[in-house]
């Protein structure tokens, strides 16, 4: 075309409508209808390390941070051409520049959605992600809610730390989307489908039925089990046929349990459950079973301080007491004798099934010793045995496996006065004993040593007969007399009152251990081992024999005695030479 002035001015004015309907394009609505605060879709037109740009159909593209769409593992999910919804942050006009959020947009959305599951009572899946003070949050996918700690489970957390990093599902309770604040419960959503369950159960449920539980709480008595929206009670006594000392010997915290209903009160919702009763009762015909006198083995299962417990089969124990675990010796506990464990041969003693009692022996297992002892060493066996310990009263001589003799300190010697036996023997020392006595039943057996030689106190009334006259030495002087040595072992005591005819103080003043003395006999007995004597009788006797003449001088003697005038005479012969 040929270049007019004409077509020239008609070009310029043709770009000149172009470039205006470009700028009224550009300023008009439809460029991009954009609200601060609302979402809309934009398409990714560039991606980097650091940020990604988003075309919202602006003036410009808008930037947002690559932060916003890496995963749990720093990768940017997110590529050119992918269509994401923005939220927008702010728009400048004038400046042609947008601020878009991804974050914002899936938080804005996700708020309508928990609105809406609120709304209609639904249920929203999230993960726990951490624990803080009175409760958790939970992870909804975006939005980071509220877990009150009492709103976990029907029953407090025992381990509260193994709940973080648990996938559950929630219902919305409260939301407040200007405090970006939002609260969830489990434990409505455990609550609805446990009364769903309970109310199937209760149904269905019926006495003598078979169940299936899990062990939800343990305590001393028993164990609670969640049967499906309904607890029942396993009591302690209804888990074993056998004794046990508490519920975790045999169940577990969440354990699975099979159990038989033994009671159903619908009305006030209690179930009593059993499970010994799913096995035979091993009580039943225990009598024939078990008879009287009959020998088995077991197994220590528990010691108590009155004796020891012993399982016969699982199921069945019986009691060992402590008085029927040995012959001859004195417990005081039966770990003295058995542990926990430990194999035992024991003889049935009695059998009580309405009780479910056995009582059991272990002595019976072996003969009585006590038997074989009485059997052995009839009274008046002369037999020799080692010392194996001294008391105070006695000592204790040992005859055979757990039977020891005692001889009491009264019978080791006839005559010596011994206070105590070490005076005589020591530990470990032979000795040769009489038997005195078996006691079987009180289960006593007494020796006697002085009963190997005859009594010498048999013949001291013969040989010291009333009236005869001793001579003996004076072993022991007291405030009541003397204590008179007339042969070996044998004393006599003369009487404070035998010895003068004057008043005597004290036996000492006239007196001296070791000196010999004579005295008259006056009383003389074998069973009371006694033997009088009297000094004053004596010299009394010795005076009337005396001639007349000399049992008292003439009244002018002034009182002299026989010695007095004997020894005047004397003095007279003498000077008279």
Known sequence: MTATPENMENAALEMDLSFESALENYLSSDFGDLEEGSIIKGEVVRVDEDSVLVDVNFKSEGQISASEFRDSTGKVNIAVGDKVDVFVVRKNEMEGTITLSFEKAKRMQLFDKLEEIQENNGVITGRIVRRIKGGYTVDLGGVEAFLPGSHVDLRPVPDMDALVNQEYEFRVLKINRRRSNVIVSRRVLLEEER???????????????????????????????????????????????????HPKELVTLGQELQLKVLSFDRDNQKVSLGMKQLVPDPWQDITAKYPEGAKLQGRVTNLVDYGAFVELEPGVEGLVHISEMSWTRKLRHPSQMVRVGDEVEVVILGVDQDKKRISLGMKQVKPNPWEVVAEKYPEGTILEGVIKNITEFGMFIGIEDGIDGLIHVSDISWTKKIRHPNEVFKTGDVVQAKVLTVDQENEKFTLGIKQLTEDPWTHVPSRYPVGGVIEGTVTNITDFGLFVEVEEGIEGLVHVSEISQKKIKSPSEMFKEGVVIQAKVIHVSAEERRLGLSIKQLKDEEERRKPKEFRAGPADTGGQNLGDLLKQKLEEDASDS
């Open 195 to 245: 009364d769903s369950k309970r109310q199937d159960l209760l149904r269905t449920l019926e006495e003598g039925q078979i169940v299936t539980g899990k062990a939800k709480n343990i305590t001393e008595y028993g164990v609670f089990v969640d049967l499906g929206g309904l607890d029942g009670l396993l009591h302690i006594t209804d888990m074993s046929w056998k004794r046990i000392r």
